[in-house]
């Protein structure tokens, strides 16, 4: 049963830019910390890319995406959003979207890989090459 669903993923030029939605229909996320991850390609380990808390909406992100990307969550559409600008290539992957067991959790031990309930299923974010 899917309950997380993520889109927006595609073909990219270094320099563009995309924004990745993650949509739930069947579950709410409004009191839940939400996240991001990435699997880059060759097997990589899956890493946290963006977090975000349920209340006053603090974000948390990795290094490399910093000033680049903004993490955003609309608790009446029920979605969380990634906005990524000035992509490179090392930002290229399946991109997850993630959300807390608890309600009101701490999204700081959620980046940290702790406490995921749910995954969606993915999308691929590449280039042409």
């Known amino acids: 049963q899917v309950h997380l669903v993520e889109s927006g993923g595609g073909l990219v030029q270094p320099g563009e830019s995309l924004r990745l939605s993650c949509a739930a229909s069947?579950?709410?996320?409004?009191?839940?910390?939400m996240g991001w991850f990435r699997q880059a390609p060759g097997g990589k380990e899956r890493e946290p890319v963006a977090?975000?808390?349920?209340?006053?909406?603090?974000?948390y992100y990795t290094d490399s995406v910093k000033g680049r990307f903004t993490i955003s969550r609309d608790n009446a559409k029920n979605t969380v959003y990634l906005q990524m600008n000035s992509l490179k290539e090392e930002d290229k992957g399946v991109y997850y979207c993630?959300?807390?067991?608890?309600?009101?959790?701490?999204?700081?031990?959620?980046?940290?890989?702790?406490?995921?309930?749910?995954w969606g299923q993915g999308t691929l974010v590449t280039d042409a090459s």
């Open positions: 069947d579950v709410t996320l409004d009191r839940y910390a």
């Open positions: 993630s959300r807390d067991l608890r309600n009101f959790g701490n999204m700081r031990l959620l980046c940290g890989g702790a406490n995921v309930e749910m």
């Open positions: 977090c975000i808390s349920p209340s006053d909406g603090t974000t």
